[in-house]
């Protein structure tokens, strides 16, 4: 069963690699050797997670990559669904 509108990685950043080790955005940015704009944009939920960055996150906070883009994956997909209804698509069947 789908997740109800799951949270943002970058929530999940926050709540579960910056706070409990009391660890500042800019801090965070330079120990992932990426602008700090970036990785605000990130915790901010104004950006996404890339290959690259969940690499980098795992690196840094543990969690396999792979977890970090499913985060991803899971919170694009609920908000592409919440505009399926105005996807005007045909559906193309097999001979």
């Avoid at 509108?5 to 940015?29: K, M, N, Q």
């Avoid at 997670?49 to 396999?64: C, D, H, N, Q, Y």
């Amino acid at each position: 069963m789908p997740m109800h509108s799951p949270p943002h990685p970058g929530r999940i950043i926050r709540e579960l690699c910056l706070d409990p080790l009391d660890l500042s955005v800019t801090d965070a940015a330079k120990g992932l050797g990426i602008s700090r704009k970036h990785f605000s944009d990130i915790v901010n939920g104004h950006a996404g997670i890339s290959s690259e960055m969940a690499i980098r996150l795992s690196k840094a906070f543990g969690r396999t990559p792979e977890a970090w883009l499913k985060q991803q994956m899971l919170y694009d997909l609920w908000h592409a669904r919440q505009r399926e209804g105005d996807m005007d698509v045909k559906r193309f069947k097999a001979a």
